[in-house]
């Protein structure tokens, strides 16, 4: 099944610039499709982006299109999630996914105010 493990959450300012970093273990990095999701206090988990084993192909949620980008080092064995503009909005749980398999981090929290 392997592991997942997430960094980079951070308090920061509205408009601020914030790079999260999943870290998989315990099997093939290359061939998996990644996704991050995420869960603000008394919400539902929702997705925000996805990643595929071809690289090239990316999913973003509306509100992560424009400001969010998705990308991976497979010889890192390391999923990104560059996000910008940062808006109270996006503060919560940030969570790396492994699809196909039900594999979940344990999750980062990135809060968001002035």
């Known amino acids: 099944q392997g592991h997942l493990v997430e960094s980079g959450g951070a308090s920061v300012q509205p408009g601020d610039s914030l790079r999260l970093s999943c870290v998989g273990a315990?099997?093939?990095?290359?061939?998996?499709?990644f996704s991050w999701y995420r869960q603000a206090p008394g919400k539902e988990r929702e997705h925000v982006a996805t990643?595929?084993?071809?690289?090239?192909?990316?999913e973003y949620s509306d509100s992560a299109k424009g400001r969010f980008t998705i990308s991976r080092d497979n010889r890192r064995s390391t999923v990104y999630l560059q996000m910008t503009d940062l808006k109270p909005e996006d503060t919560g749980v940030y969570y790396c996914h492994r699809m196909s398999y039900g594999t979940w981090g344990q999750g980062t929290q990135v809060t968001v105010s002035s």
């Open positions: 990643i595929y084993s071809t690289e090239t192909l990316k």
């Open positions: 315990g099997f093939t990095f290359s061939d998996a499709a």
